[in-house]
């Protein structure tokens, strides 16, 4: 990797984190232009065009990036959150559990992978699983937490639940104190 592309690619972040996708968009491409597989292009331009809602060409785009860096697990990540959203578990599940075998520690997926065995497979326990990975990566998601509260809820692990979905509701979850009030108050 040359100097010059990794500077393009350092303004085109900037650019990002500035919200200008558009000029980031045009930085990355110019990276990708230089080297196709340049990963941190590739899973950049994967967050911007997923933000464009056009599914056929963030499909084409996603394989087209896993194909130029296959132990990519965030590109991993990103193409199985993708399959998620089109409702295709089964390619969004494989996509993920590659992912997790890349890198054991990415929170994203293993969130996503809670919520693909909570909602789709109906397990809860492996979602449990999934659910405390991520918890133990990123402490601060209340998101995560309200998902697990509400897989101890299921398998009726009510002081669990209780506890996540109060924390969720303290870190600020709109659906959390719904659940504490219909569940454990009374």
């Given at each position: 990797?040359g100097?010059r592309?990794?500077?393009?690619?350092?303004?085109a972040?900037?650019y990002?984190?500035?919200?200008n996708?558009e000029q980031?968009?045009?930085?990355?491409?110019?990276?990708?232009n230089?080297?196709?597989?340049?990963?941190r292009a590739?899973q950049?331009?994967?967050l911007?065009?997923?933000?464009?809602?056009?599914?056929?060409?963030?499909?084409?785009?996603?394989?087209?990036?896993?194909?130029?860096?296959?132990?990519?697990?965030?590109?991993r990540q990103?193409?199985?959150?993708?399959?998620?959203?089109?409702?295709?578990?089964?390619?969004?599940?494989?996509?993920?559990?590659?992912a997790?075998?890349?890198?054991?520690?990415?929170?994203?997926a293993?969130t996503?992978?809670?919520?693909i065995?909570?909602?789709?497979?109906?397990?809860?326990?492996?979602?449990?699983t999934?659910?405390?990975?991520?918890?133990?990566l990123?402490?601060?998601n209340?998101?995560?937490y309200?998902?697990?509260g509400?897989s101890?809820?299921?398998?009726?692990?009510?002081e669990?639940a209780?506890?996540?979905?109060?924390?969720?509701?303290k870190?600020?979850?709109d659906?959390?104190?719904?659940?504490?009030?219909?569940?454990?108050?009374?």
């Open positions: 990797m100097k592309t990794e500077k393009i690619c350092d303004r972040e900037r990002l984190d500035n919200d996708r980031a968009l045009r930085l990355f491409n110019q990276v990708l230089r080297e196709p597989s340049h990963a590739l950049n331009k994967a911007i065009k997923i933000e464009e809602d056009d599914a056929t060409d963030i499909k084409d785009f996603l394989l087209f990036a896993v194909e130029q860096q296959p132990e990519d697990d965030i590109l990103i193409l199985g959150n993708f399959y998620h959203q089109q409702d295709e578990y089964e390619k969004a599940l494989n996509q993920l559990q590659k997790i075998a890349l890198n054991n520690d990415n929170a994203p293993h996503s992978m809670g919520i065995s909570a909602q789709y497979l109906d397990d809860h326990e492996q979602a449990i999934h659910f405390s990975k991520s918890i133990a990123t402490k601060d209340a998101a995560t309200f998902n697990r509400c101890y809820l299921i398998l009726n692990q009510f669990l209780e506890k996540d979905l109060r924390k969720a509701d870190m600020g979850y659906q959390a104190q719904q659940m504490v009030s219909q569940y454990f108050e009374s």
